[in-house]
């Protein structure tokens, strides 16, 4: 009979784990599997310099210690950066005193300058290269697009997956701009490659 | 006569092997792993971030090949395993180990195998025969062919 | 008109099945043998609704039929024939049409075989309806292969409609099949072969499941089924290392293996079905294991449920996945009905299942079958654990966590090296109580073998301890077989056989022994492979410039030029690297990157030159111009990675057919125990 019992206590757990098992799932059901929450929310952005993209030279974030500061990843082949890209813009024109850098990765120097060309510059806004994946490692880049905040300390406080609006853009440097706490949040997919 | 010669011979063959593979596996290492062997070790372990779920080492993407000579780089820099993969973490967090630590979260990723081995191999020693009891009553069957190993 | 025909075929196999489950019920509870024969009309309306259906589906990709939904997303007109045929199953929706295919092909032949009094049999062709049901009707719902596009943007259906009726439009052209999967001919038997070893194993389930559903939970059940577990074992091994194979082929990264979810979701129930066939035996023969066995089988047809929800709802990132789907809460809720029907059945009627006779001794032949069982479970246990664990620690709050190769390789050497040590001596131990003289008798010699052997590997410069341990292991097992095998045949041969026939007979009289050894034969030179492609692999990015050279691994790679080729359905793009090794010609290699028309992504092929002792894998790491940047690899040893699972496979097989003898031989003699 001890077997009979080791049998039943056996099934007991397999059901119970089958159960955990159907939960777990279900909670899963439409969420982005890729999606990864960023560690670097509270912690100094990176003092690396960063290549321009269209001239000579390079910048550095610290240059702009003292300002609030819009980090955005893009790449041409990216198609929520195609969404984005007119708040992003607006945004750069509009908040006159807050730097706005778009760093251009994973991409090639011509596709990148002809979807300026065909989408529209912003002269507010600092369009730099990151060819050697430097600044993403720094940044804990998982996709495009992704948008990072700082502060005028130079912290980095807030974080979007997937691209802005500008609402959530205006309504994220706002809260900074009278000192509120913000948060990050997702609005959709970020896209790792080219066609995916 | 021939037997026992045979099996002099057995055992003499068997203790040289043995001290064969003893020897060069515990004695005759190479004394480090090449700066590229260390920053292959380190990209095995880490998660790529722009892929679908392998490492640094075997994604063939561009950014997998940035990471990989960023890590090269720190390997001739001279920094040290841990402070190369603690990089990593501190940008992606833990997610970016593919083995997570047998501390902490990954805890129970270790530790449920090596109960499982237990509770196994309790529940084996528990179907042995007790010297007390006699059930033959579930012998096999004559429906059974004959095997090779009958002895 | 074919989607019309052919979703007409779904929906027959669909209602056969509904009856068939419900009538097979009714016969398998009535005992009356004349209604048996009323289970003819729903088996043949299965079969051949599934055929008409998928019949329909290959003649509307090959006649390029745009205005159905899946032709349009998953063909076009430059496809190749050979991969317009495979798209019937390269997509979701076919491939649940090929399953449904499958199932109704094995269902009738389960119906072949029953009788007219087989209460057991109706009932698990009861058992293989209702699953018919949920899969047909997965196709006449969410995953219906033959919607019409109603509405085109941009050449793309965006909008369809499920039951093919009423108007439709089509793209001038089509998609076309996915760029990796219309990449190598593997990808086009791989699924198919999966299958059937997925489906196969629902059959030993169903006559489970009927058997307790009887109350008769002797080992009938199990002498009728261990032909289908064996043959549905064997094609999912072959189509596992087919896999392997193509990825090894097509991906570029050089490897076969990424403990990826959805390799491991094949892995798993290829795990508890390879326990299961080892723990059949021990029941078969002594009688004990009764309810293990239903756990191990019930346990199978679960993770073949899993593996299928894994690869096609989206929860887990993976390489292989389909596009996210509604068929996953659809699977996931089949997975949990059939779950918990079949373990709630289970525990009602415990009370019936025979508790198992005592083991005289762990030191026995079942002893070791016990241990082979203890690993293999722990083993699947253990991958499963590692598989779902990031999703279990994200779903109870503790944030997000990664399992991959490090962790997973960790844990199965230590396991496969256990597995290969009672591998080699299980076989060889005689049932009951083994004397430890006999036994020892039996391994001395290959012990010595293995250990020269492993000398020999540490002579000739190997220094990782992993490889070393697998060459011993791994020729420990062949010597043991092989030895075993001789003395076998020399008995025969002192009563006046001559070799041939002595070894013939030998394969002939006990296939069921034999097979099986010749499949452990597989095991080891598969792990030997496995070892030593890996630990002595060797990898470098090297640079060449137009007609320089590099060396590599005792290779020298002059890069001749780059190169484009336009091919009916794709652009070709490569680099010409003329090898020579020592100075000899050895070839000339084309390493290069496929740009499928209609796909936005393009696809690096690698060039693979295989040889007896190591490969040498080309792949490229960027785009050809004055120079070329290409990943080199050289594994040594590797196609004993192909070569040992196929003889897994083939050994399964060649003992099916043992099996079959066995039994024939075992109706007329009598025979010792």
Known sequence: MKQRRGITVMLALVGAALVVLLVVFVSRFGLDPSLVASPLIGTNATDQPIEFMEKEGSMSLTDYRGDLVVVNFWASWCLSCRLEHDALIRGADVYTGVRFVGVNYQDTPENAASFLDTLGRSDAFNYVVDSESRIALDFGVLGLPETFFIDREGVIVAKVNGPLNYPLLAGTLDTMLVGGSVESVTTGEVQQRPGG | MRSRLGSVVRWAVALMAIAIIVGGLAFDQPDTRSAEQRADDIASSLRCPFCEGVSIAESTSQVARDLQAIIRERVDEGAGDEAITGEFVARYGEWVLLSPPASGIGLALWALPIAGLVAGAVAVAGLRRRSDTTDDRDLPSASVPSRVEST | ?673
Request: proline content about 4%.
């Open chain 3, 1 to 673: 008109m074919t989607a019309l025909i052919g979703y007409f075929g779904i929906l027959v196999g669909l209602v056969s099945a509904l009856v068939l489950a419900v009538q097979g019920y009714r016969v398998a509870r009535s005992h009356e043998s004349m209604l048996v024969a009323t289970l003819r009309g729903p088996v043949l309306g299965l079969l051949g609704g599934a055929i008409v259906a998928f019949l329909a589906l290959e003649f509307a990709l090959v006649t390029h039929n745009f205005s159905i939904a899946y032709i349009a997303g998953n063909n076009s007109l430059s496809t190749p024939l050979v991969f317009t045929l495979a798209s019937g199953w390269a997509a979701l929706e076919g491939s649940i049409a090929l399953w449904g295919l499958v199932l109704a092909g094995f269902t009738f032949a389960v119906w072949r075989q029953v009788t007219p009094s087989d209460a057991l049999g109706a009932g698990a062709l009861s058992v293989l309806g209702a699953t018919a049901v949920f899969f047909f009707g997965l196709m006449a719902t969410v995953a219906d292969p033959f919607a019409l596009c109603t509405q085109v943007a941009n050449g793309i259906c965006t909008a369809t409609s499920a039951i093919p009726i009423g108007s439709s439009v089509a793209p001038l052209d089509g998609v076309g099949a996915n760029p990796l999967l219309q990449n190598h001919i593997l990808m086009a038997v791989h699924p198919p072969l999966l299958y059937v070893g997925y489906v196969g194993l629902s059959v030993p389930f169903a006559f489970a499941i009927s058997a307790l559903a009887l109350g008769q939970p002797g080992s009938v059940w199990l002498d009728r089924t261990h032909r289908w577990t064996v043959i549905a074992w064997s094609f999912l091994t072959i189509g596992i290392v087919l896999g392997g194979w193509w990825s090894y082929e097509v991906l570029g990264w050089g490897g076969y293996w990424a403990w990826d979810p959805v390799e491991n979701a094949a892995f798993l129930p290829w795990l508890t079905a390879t326990a299961f066939i080892h723990s059949a035996i021990v029941q078969r023969r002594r009688g004990m294991l009764q309810a293990w066995n239903f756990v191990l089988i019930i346990a199978t047809f679960g993770l073949t449920i899993l593996g299928t929800f894994l690869t096609r709802s989206g929860v887990i990132l993976s390489v292989h996945s389909f596009s996210q789907s509604s068929v996953g809460p659809a699977l996931l809720a089949f997975l949990f009905v059939s779950m918990v029907g079949a373990l709630g059945l289970f525990a009602t009627r415990i009370q019936l299942v025979a508790s198992s006779p005592r083991l005289d001794s762990l030191a026995s032949r079942e002893g070791s079958f016990l241990a082979n069982n203890l690993l293999l479970t722990l083993f699947a246990f253990t991958v499963l654990l590692g598989t779902m664990y990031p999703l279990l620690v994200e779903a109870f709050g503790g944030g997000q966590v990664s399992v991959g190769r490090p962790f997973f390789d960790r844990a199965s050497i230590p396991l496969s090296f256990a597995l290969l040590l009672v591998m080699g001596i299980g076989p060889i131990t005689p049932y009951r109580s083994a004397n430890p003289t006999v036994v020892w008798s039996r391994i001395a010699t290959p012990v010595v073998v293995a250990l020269a052997i492993g000398a020999g590997a540490v002579a000739i410069g190997v220094r990782s301890w992993s490889v070393v341990v697998s060459v011993v292991l791994g020729s420990f097992v062949i010597s043991v077989i092989i030895k075993h095998f001789a003395g076998q045949s020399a008995a025969l041969v002192r009563n006046g056989d001559s070799w041939r026939s002595a070894i013939a007979k030998l394969f002939v009289r006990e296939p069921g022994y034999w097979g099986g050894q010749v499949a452990h034969i597989g095991v080891a030179i598969l792990a030997i492979g496995i070892a030593t492609s890996s630990a002595l692999a060797m990898r470098a990015e090297v640079t060449i410039g137009t007609g320089e050279t590099v060396t590599f691994a005792g290779y020298e790679l002059t890069y001749v030029s780059p190169f484009l080729r336009e091919e009916p359905n794709r652009n070709v793009i490569g680099a010409r690297i003329e090898v020579t090794r020592g100075g000899d010609e050895f070839a000339v290699m084309e390493p290069r990157v496929h740009q499928y028309f209609g796909q936005g992504q393009a696809i690096g092929t690698p060039d693979v030159r295989s040889g007896f002792t190591e490969d040498l894998y080309l792949s490229l790491a960027r785009s050809p111009g004055d120079d070329v940047v290409i990943d080199a690899y050289r594994f040594p040893l590797i196609w004993m990675v192909w070569s040992g699972g196929l003889l897994i496979g083939l050994g399964g097989g060649w003992s099916v057919v043992g099996l079959k003898r066995e039994r024939t031989r075992s109706q007329t003699a009598s025979v010792d125990a």
